[in-house]
Structure formats: structure tokens, C-alpha cells
């Protein structure tokens, strides 16, 4: 029989706690605060309290986050910033909006992640700091990295769009560094009812830099000390999201669970599955698997009723707007490589099991053929 499984399904999440979310909408409703407010305040408390923090600021998305954080550490034109290119094009932009310099290190192949081992040649007098990606709910090598940053006075600014709940080594992503950059696009772990995002941060002086900044530079009313902009949660977002926070470490086990039965499935094919590690330091944004004819697997899976994405098709070095920096095919072969052969299979708390089987079945079937 023919099943539809979707990449995500958001409805599913929102039937299971409908009647909360109702009830936080209509409270704010009441309210009349719709802009900052008790919402925002309480939630940005109960991220400090969950990741581990003295400070969040809300803003308005997961890429305004990491622009008030580069901001927020003073990051000037030419200042250079390194980063991984295989991630979603949000990371990079912001350096390049600040006219900074985005300086890419290819990644570690086991976790797609940038290669901590290769960011120490890439320093110069011009670095000011590193931006590694959490990329699909796995952590960096933080160690190492924030180890250059200490040896270099870098600063480490965490994408964390991906990875809200993940751990490394005890510590939450988004405690692991200067400061923390949170996206809560629907499509996220924790997810709002449009956009929003959330920076978080241990330092006094970045968190106020970051709360002017994303405030017209507003020190006090009509009075900017700082060009800035303006990026907010609105209260509504914020209400829906202090409900969904109380599910999110029961969400992220079903991800994990699910991941679990993937690799139970796919065990006994050649294909690369997320490895143990994976599995326990994960919170599984995406399950992505490397298979050869990718594209052939993508259009079979596809006449199935099954949907699947490509995360990342081209890496960043070779996309337009970034031929600019004088990279070439090549530079990257651990990127390159892994964007011919990567995969994301539907992955999201409410998968069930016959539907991971369904999946999985039919990848044998392609792979027989
Ligand atoms: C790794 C990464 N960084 C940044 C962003 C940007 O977040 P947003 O869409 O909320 O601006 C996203 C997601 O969209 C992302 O996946």
C-alpha cells in the first residue's frame, strides 16, 4: 500500500497541544501587549534558565540572531570570520552584510561539521572570531574550538538554529561560547507559529550590546547611542513558545528514537547513517544518510509518496552571490562530496514507526534495483 509521508508534518505537533496554545494566544490577546511585554520577558527567562545562562535577548529570527550577535562582539568590515560552508546560506550572509570577510574551513565528513583541525591555519591578524554551526542538532567540537579561540583572543559566536536542546559534554548548545544564536522558524526543534529567534549569552556587556542593538541602538528612549535595527519576538510568538518549551526535551527523545529505529532498519545496507556518537549527541534537526545515486533515490522515494530534502545541494563557496571570495571547485572536496551524496529523510517527533519502516523499505527496493 502506498503511504504519504511528509518531510515534517507542524499540524501533527499542534493537534497534541492545541488547547494550551489557544489559551496562551487569547492571554495575550487580552493582554494588549503585543511588542515586548511580560511574554517576552518570561520566556526569555525560562531559555536562560534551560540552556544555562545569565542572558536572551528575543529578535525576530534565527538570521537576525546571528547579525545582532556579530554586532553585539564588534565585528567591522574586514574582519575576517570563520565559518563552514555547508550550512544554510543564513550564516554566511550576516558576515558578508557587515562587510566582514566569511572564511570557510571544510568539515569533518563523520559529523558535517566545521573541521575543528583545520581552523588553526586559517587564522590571521584580521580574524576577530569563529561561527561553527550546530549543524542538524549536533554540536561542534567546541573544545577545540573555542581552545583556538582562547590561544588566537577570538571571540566564538554559536549557530544554534538547528540544535535547540543539544548537548555537549553536559553544557547546552548555546551555553558553549560568547554567544548563542537560536532560530524558531516552524520548521525548527522548537518552533513558533512564524518567525522568531532568540541569542543568548553569559557576558553583561554582550547582552547589553545586544539589547541596544536591537533596539535602534536605544539606550533610553529617543536617544541612540549606536546605529542598530529592529529585531523582536512578538508577544504572541514568545506565549506559544514558553507552552512548546515544556515538550521540548520529550520532542528532541523522539527525534532521538526515531533516529534509533532508522539506523535499526538501514543497518544491514552500504549506505552512511548517522553514527552512535550521533545517535547520543544528538538531537536530530535532520536524519541525513549518504547513498551514491542520491538523485536517482531522491526521484524513487519521491514516486512513493515520500518526501525528502537535500541539505545542502551546492556549498556556500560555489553559490553566486559568493563567487565574489575566489573560491573554486575543489577547495572544499569534503563539502563538495558529501553535497553529491546527502539525503534527509522525514524526521519529526511524531513519525511513527510504520512510516520509518515504510521508508526504509522502500530505500532496500531502490537499492536492489
Ligand atoms: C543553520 C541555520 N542558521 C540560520 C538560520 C536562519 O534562521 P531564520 O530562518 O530564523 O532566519 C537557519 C534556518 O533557517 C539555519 O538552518
Redesign the pocket.
Known amino acids: 500500500m502506498k503511504m504519504k509521508v511528509p518531510i515534517i508534518d507542524v499540524k501533527r505537533q499542534l493537534n497534541d497541544i492545541k488547547s494550551e496554545i489557544d489559551l496562551a494566544v487569547s492571554e495575550v490577546l487580552k493582554s494588549g501587549q503585543f511588542i515586548l511585554g511580560p511574554a517576552v520577558k518570561k520566556f526569555e527567562n525560562e531559555v536562560c534558565k534551560y540552556i544555562g545562562v545569565s542572558h536572551s535577548i528575543g529578535c525576530a529570527?534565527?538570521?537576525?540572531?546571528?547579525m545582532l550577535a556579530l554586532m553585539s562582539i564588534g565585528i567591522n568590515p574586514g574582519d575576517e570570520v570563520i565559518t563552514t560552508p555547508f550550512?544554510?546560506v543564513?550564516?554566511v550572509e550576516v558576515i558578508a552584510l557587515l562587510y566582514a570577510k566569511p572564511v570557510f574551513i571544510d568539515i569533518d565528513p563523520k559529523t558535517y561539521n566545521i573541521d575543528a583541525e583545520k581552523i588553526k591555519n586559517a587564522v590571521t591578524e584580521k580574524t576577530k572570531a569563529i561561527l561553527p554551526?550546530?549543524?542538524f542538532g549536533r554540536c561542534a567540537d567546541m573544545d577545540k574550538i573555542n581552545s583556538i579561540a582562547k590561544n588566537n583572543g577570538l571571540k566564538v559566536i554559536e549557530?544554534c538554529?538547528?540544535s535547540f536542546g543539544a548537548e555537549y559534554k553536559g553544557k547546552k548548545a548555546g551555553a558553549l561560547s560568547d554567544v548563542g544564536?537560536f532560530?524558531?522558524?516552524p520548521?525548527?526543534n522548537l518552533n513558533a507559529f512564524g518567525?522568531?529567534?532568540i541569542v543568548t549569552a553569559n557576558s553583561d556587556e554582550i547582552a547589553e550590546n545586544l539589547k541596544i542593538i536591537a533596539s535602534h541602538g536605544l539606550k533610553e528612549k529617543y536617544n541612540s547611542i549606536r546605529i542598530g535595527v529592529n529585531s523582536r519576538l512578538d508577544s504572541i510568538q514568545a506565549a506559544c513558545l514558553s507552552v512548546k518549551l515544556k515538550y521540548i526535551d520529550k520532542w528532541n527523545n523522539q527525534r532521538v528514537q526515531n533516529a534509533k529505529l532508522y539506523n535499526q532498519y538501514l543497518k544491514d545496507t552500504d549506505i552512511i547513517t548517522p553514527s552512535e556518537n550521533d545517535i547520543k549527541n544528538s538531537v536530530f534537526?535532520q536524519y541525513s544518510i549518504r547513498v551514491k545515486n542520491r538523485d536517482g533515490l531522491k526521484k524513487y522515494l519521491s514516486s512513493k509518496g515520500i518526501t525528502t530534502m537535500i541539505y545542502y545541494p551546492i556549498p556556500l563557496h560555489l553559490q553566486d552571490a559568493y563567487k565574489y571570495m575566489g573560491y573554486n571547485e575543489g577547495d572544499f572536496p569534503v563539502t563538495e562530496n558529501i553535497s553529491n551524496e546527502i539525503i534527509s529523510l522525514p524526521m519529526f517527533p511524531e513519525l511513527r514507526e510504520d512510516e520509518i519502516k515504510y521508508i526504509t523499505d522502500k530505500i532496500k527496493t531502490f537499492l536492489k534495483k
Open positions: 529570527s534565527g538570521t537576525d540572531a546571528l550550512t544554510f543564513a550564516s554551526v550546530h549543524l549557530d538554529a538547528q544564536c532560530s524558531f522558524y520548521t525548527k518567525d522568531g529567534g534537526h
